[in-house]
């Protein structure tokens, strides 16, 4: 299945966050990230999907 790409800005701005929040997220591993030519940052849309309703299903559940 084909992905669609995002770059860091864009895919904060899909999650509603802060790009340095997105980039502490990527270096805790929580995001899984392509990196084409070694030093762009690429997201799937896919994976930003998940990722977002993981994380709201964790909140919703927070005492």
Do not use: S
Not at 6 to 30: C, G, M, S, W
């Amino acid at each position: 299945m084909a992905c669609t790409w995002l770059t860091v800005p864009e895919a904060a701005e899909f999650l509603h966050i802060d790009k340095a929040t997105l980039y502490r997220y990527i270096k805790q591993k929580k995001l899984k990230v392509n990196r084409p030519g070694g030093w762009a940052i690429r997201i799937c849309l896919e994976e930003l999907n998940t990722f977002g309703e993981e994380k709201t299903h964790a909140e919703a559940h927070r005492p």
